[in-house]
């Protein structure tokens, strides 16, 4: 009977370390996406410039560009709106909000973020050639700055997560025993 109440007790402690990672597995998800956009606007802002491809084409090579793993949201919005963009049936405007509305749905990704790509892949395709690359270089800089910050917030609050999930375990398995 005793050994139940252990085995018990080691899963609610097991349990516990498991809630305290799921914090940290959504810092480093919402890293990783940055680090994604972040490649992607480079990518973006050499098609722009060096390129010479229309707008569509030039956001689909950029959402196509680093394709190891999974795409993240950000390559699967730009690919949606590259996509939408070669079809032409709506404005410009109505097509990136419509793609981004429906992309962030479902991911770790703040409002904020969500805004200043809207807002930052809204000024692409009016003005000349200079002017948009220089507002990807400016949004891929701000892109990087929040990378630093978010890889320092992880680092200084992941091991606080994951002791805290750890002592409500065994917290709870006190409680229990």
Do not use: W
Request: proline share 2%.
């Amino acid at each position: 009977m005793d050994y139940i109440k252990l085995i018990g007790a080691a899963l609610v402690v097991f349990a516990g370390a498991g809630f305290g990672a799921c914090p940290v597995h959504k810092m480093k998800e919402r890293t990783r996406e940055l680090e994604e956009l972040y490649f992607c606007l480079l990518r973006l802002k050499s098609e722009i410039n060096h390129g010479g491809r229309p707008l569509p084409e030039a956001i689909g090579a950029a959402a196509d560009s680093n394709k190891e793993g999974k795409p993240g949201t950000y390559r699967r919005v730009m690919k949606q709106l590259a996509e939408r963009l070669t079809r032409g049936r709506e404005s410009y405007e109505v097509l990136v909000r419509t793609c981004v509305s429906e992309g962030f749905r479902e991911s770790v990704i703040t409002r904020e973020e969500q805004e200043a790509f809207t807002d930052s892949f809204l000024l692409l395709g009016g003005g000349d050639k200079e002017k948009q690359v220089q507002m990807l270089s400016y949004y891929a800089e701000n892109v990087r700055l929040a990378i630093a910050q978010e890889k320092q917030k992880k680092k200084e609050k992941s091991y606080v997560y994951r002791s805290l999930g750890i002592l409500g375990g065994i917290f709870l398995a006190v409680l229990m025993y």
